[in-house]
């Protein structure tokens, strides 16, 4: 009797198993002709990409022993793995590959679905309502902020890296900054971030993305009921806590950041503008016109300045650092900004624009230390995918992996001075062309960053002002540099900084 229903037990799993299999053999197809590293059952690469630390490093090396695009496994998800511009080319403009993979839930799960990580039908209504809100003539209208919040910087960066002569981790106050910049344009909020008791929020945001890589990187807390019992979920819940109260804070102007955050000072309170060109003020008339709920603002909110913080500091960190590295390049853009702008006060848009040299600097750091290393997205509907050999069908539901870091670090890409920093090589007027998918930092077509406007403006205008009146320098070196792959880019540690009057 007990070797029968043994017997029977195991012919129904084998049963179970090739339904299984077969219901996925349009992945394993591609797997077969597009063939990248061995995926283990159910874990698939996990092992070899679970620390964040090499994980960059381990897909720069399977890109040059097998052919890119390649597919392999992550999870039981199929996983195609993209480097180089012709394939980002034709996954960033097809229509089936828009929505954000399906790691991205990890990230929404915590913090809300705004446009960083929803998908279709969503995403499209969302990108359409909010679109105006960052629009170039808005922008302008942030500028006295940004000049604002340039000084304050330049106080912070004189009074401690000059007068009281300290060597800098300029990182921590780049973050302060924009932040500040990015609650006042979006909420109409002054928060005085130069506090020190503002570091939980930091510290929050920095937990959150680390909490959320390591599940992504780790298939086996795929599961939320495995997930739910892990210490990872307890720091998720801790950190999510206090972004939210944040969040929440910032839509209720009666609350202080005081309740959750223990500023020094208090929160000072200022009415709110009724300008259109305050995000909150824009997407308050979509509440009231019943195209959005008041928690899609919350989620909205909360993501848009995340992405915001993130990206942006860290895109202007490394340009800072690789001009300390670079004292050369740096001279090069002190003699632009003393031809272009006055000695001293705020600077105008017409200014920006004619700043050449600096967006040369900005784009040759995004292009080395692309802020977003990789993005993920999905495959929505089967599609056909072209490489020089052949064309190939990718199935529906295939996640797709694009390694913008690697793409543009790539000697097949940009060159032999591919991993150097040198702006007048791969952005000068005398620089080769390169494929226009090339330097993707804000990713490009049917879904580049909404924000990529704001970002450009905001570091071209606090890199202008740092450079007009100071030289920043340091010991460390290019190579030196040891990156952590998360949501943005990471080093694994921060160098000092020196600054000095001009």
Known sequence: MLLGTCLILAIWLLLVWTYFLWTRRRYYKAAWQLRGPFGWPLIGMGLQMMNPETFLQYMDGLSHSFKAPFVSWMGTSCFLYANDPHTVEQIFNSNHCTNKGHFYRFLSSAIGDGLFTSSAPRWHKHRRLINPAFGRQILCNFLPIFNAEAEVLLQKLDLEGVQQGKELEIYQILKKIVLESACQTTMGRKMNFQHDGSAVIFEAYN???????????????????????????????????VLLGFVEQLLAP????????????????????????????????????????????????????????????????????????????????????????????????????????????????????????????????????????????????????????????????WGPLARTYNPDAHFGPEAPARHAFAFVPFTKGLRMCIGY?????????????????????TEARLDQLQVKGNISLKLRNYPLCRVKRR
């Open 207 to 241: 937990g959150l993305t680390l909490v959320c890589v390591k599940r992504m990187l780790s298939p086996w807390l795929y599961p939320e009921f495995i997930y739910r019992r892990s210490a990872l979920f307890g720091q998720q819940k801790k950190v999510v806590g």
């Open 254 to 413: 009666i609350v202080s950041v005081v309740d959750i955050v223990p500023l020094k000072e208090p929160l000072q309170q200022e009415p709110r503008s009724k300008s259109k060109s305050i995000f909150i003020e824009q997407v308050r008339e979509h509440v009231e016109r019943g195209q959005l709920s008041w928690q899609d603002v919350r989620d909205e909110a909360n993501v848009t300045i995340a992405a915001t913080f993130e990206t942006t500091s860290t895109a202007l960190y490394f340009t800072i650092l690789c001009l300390a590295m670079h004292p050369t390049y740096q001279e090069k853009l002190h003699e632009e900004l003393m031809a272009e702008l006055p000695p001293y006060g705020d600077i105008s848009l017409e200014q920006l624009e004619r700043l050449t040299y600096t967006e040369m600097a900005i784009n040759e750091a995004m292009r080395l230390f692309a802020p977003v290393p990789m993005v993920i997205r999905s495959a929505a509907q089967d599609f056909q995918l072209r490489r020089d050999d052949n064309e190939f069908l990718i199935p529906s539901g295939t996640q797709i992996g694009i390694d913008i870091y690697n793409m543009q670090r790539d000697e097949r890409v």
């Open 453 to 473: 406007r704001y970002a450009q403006m905001l570091m071209k205008l606090l890199l202008a002002k740092i450079f007009r009146s100071y030289r920043i320098s």
